[in-house]
């Protein structure tokens, strides 16, 4: 019983693999946004982004 | 057939025949018609001949404790594995391992068609045990019983403490048998040896609910405590199966990764090289590249960012913004290395490159908004940003492979400290445990 179950569940594990490589899916987080104004493109400063201000690690044994 | 030869009857009704006891006259009642050697008196608990017309006394025993109380009473009927069976019987044994003594019950029942066959109780642990038909063949540690193999589990002496009701045998408490167990889950072979005479048992694995059942008890079973030597493990499916089946997974997902690499178009569509200039910063420091074109489809998006930074950092905000629809991609990312020496020597932390894969990017016109950062004591530096198309992402295939690990190594590990469980308290326990023999000297 346990191993159609893990029969079954193997393949949806690989399925959804496939899927996901196919569909370019990511393990990185990146923020998504709509309806950035095209004057970016002339005025860079123009944008704000999400990750301005971010503290900065300076490093250093 | 003579005039004179009795009609052939048909099975004798189960009745029971009652009888007194010569030693106290309570009544006493032999319901396994003529199969009893042995009957023991309830009230004054003499040992009794049930094959002696006068009921001869063969013992009388003390009751030891008073805690003795058969969990089936005498003369209960049940529904065992399809056959009536009536509890006749019921005795306690024991036995003594490093000093501690292990009592179990064991219940005799009788069908006048069927004959005798047993019950076991241990700890909530039950089984039903018959006789063998067949001489099964030990050898070493093992035994043969009808092509199965057992193995061999404990030897032991076992003493009879308690008895009530009939007995196919001429039971006595104090005596002692040697008892021989071969173990294949859920069944359970045994040897007594008594003076010169060897029996082989057959026993199977039952669940109290399954005896509370069959003889329509009230309550519930006692909770069976600890695993029990032929326990069938929870673990029903095949361990080894089980790990076949991953390395077959493991296999179709390497396969399925290499297609997916080979597949992939890894398209460059843009190297630039740009120069971050502190003094140039302090105006708008961000910028935008060319357009870019993203073709064949929602792809992944690989952004690399190199820069040749020696105990300094520099930090880009990145905006993946698409010229027709305005959906854009945000991100920081950080590019920072440093290193030196010290007492251990030579150390070192962060990488002077960097990449990032955005996921699920439609076709189209895209340019990248680069607002670059750098550490204060950093006036200039010059850092390369890559942009590549369609790249395959190994870390799904490492979830993947765990996904696919997790289930055998859990199903593996729970059979594995069942098992443990099982033998440790056999005469082959798994480990061998030290004793400490006194540190005083």
């Known amino acids: 019983m346990f191993r159609k179950s893990y029969l079954l569940y193997g393949f949806l594990v690989l399925g959804t693999t496939a899927f996901g490589q196919y569909r370019g899916w990511s393990l990185d987080t990146i923020n998504q946004l709509k309806n950035v104004p095209k004057s970016v493109r002339d005025n860079p400063g123009s944008y704000r982004s999400v990750y301005s201000g971010y503290h900065h690690y300076t490093g250093g044994k | ?441």
């Not at chain 2, 036995?95 to 241990?122: C, M």
């Not at chain 2, 063998?132 to 030897?155: D, R, V, W």
């Open chain 2, 1 to 441: 057939m003579s005039a004179g030869t009795p009609p052939i009857a048909g099975p004798p009704k189960p009745q029971a025949k009652a009888l007194n006891c010569p030693k106290c006259g309570a009544a006493i009642v032999l319901r396994s018609f003529g199969q009893a050697e042995t009957v023991v008196c309830a009230s004054c608990h003499c040992i009794l001949d049930a094959k002696d017309p006068n009921l001869a006394i063969l013992q009388q025993f003390e009751i030891k404790t008073s805690d003795i109380r058969p969990l089936i009473l005498l003369g209960t009927r049940g529904k065992l594995r399809g056959t009536d069976y009536e509890v006749i019987g019921f005795q306690r044994r024991s036995i003594q391992a490093d000093g501690i003594t292990y009592s179990w019950h064991e219940y005799v029942l009788f069908n006048p068609y069927k004959g005798i066959r047993y019950l076991s109780e241990y700890n909530g642990h039950w089984n039903d045990i018959s006789i063998c038909k067949m001489l099964p063949m030990s050898e070493g540690t093992s035994a043969n019983y009808l092509g199965e193999i057992y193995k061999h589990f404990q030897t032991c002496d076992a003493s009879t403490d308690f008895v009530l009701g009939e007995f196919p045998w001429q039971v006595r408490v104090g005596e002692k048998a040697a008892v021989t167990d071969y173990v294949h889950p859920p069944r359970v072979l045994s040897s007594e040896k008594l003076d010169k005479e060897v029996t082989w048992s057959i026993g199977e694995y039952m669940y109290g609910r399954e005896i509370w059942e069959a003889f329509k008890l009230h309550g519930a079973p006692p909770e069976a405590m600890g695993v029990y030597e032929n326990q069938p493990s929870p673990v029903t499916t095949n361990v080894a199966g089980m790990w076949v089946a991953f390395a077959a997974f493991a296999m179709l997902l390497l396969a399925l990764m290499a297609g997916f690499d080979v597949r992939a178009k890894k398209e460059p569509v843009l190297q630039q090289t740009f120069y971050y200039n502190r003094a140039d910063a302090k105006g708008e420091a961000s910028f935008v590249t060319n357009v870019f074109e993203l073709g064949g489809g929602t792809s992944t998006v690989e952004v690399n960012t190199s820069a040749a930074v020696g105990n300094h950092w520099i930090y880009l905000n990145y905006a993946l913004i698409n010229q027709d629809t305005g959906q854009a991609w945000d991100f920081g990312r950080e590019v920072s290395y440093y290193f030196g020496h010290d007492s251990d020597g030579f150390w070192s932390e962060g990488k002077r490159f960097d990449t990032v894969v955005i996921p699920s990017v439609p076709s189209g016109h895209y340019y990248l908004r680069i607002e670059p950062e750098a550490d204060p004591s950093l006036p200039s530096m010059a850092y390369s940003v890559g942009v590549v198309r369609d790249v395959p992402v190994f870390g799904i295939y490492g979830i993947a492979f765990l996904a696919l690990l997790v289930p055998v190594v859990m199903i593996s590990f729970r059979a594995y400290t069942f098992e443990r469980s099982r033998w440790s308290e056999s005469d082959h326990p798994p480990m061998q445990l030290s004793s400490s023999s006194g540190d005083d000297e």
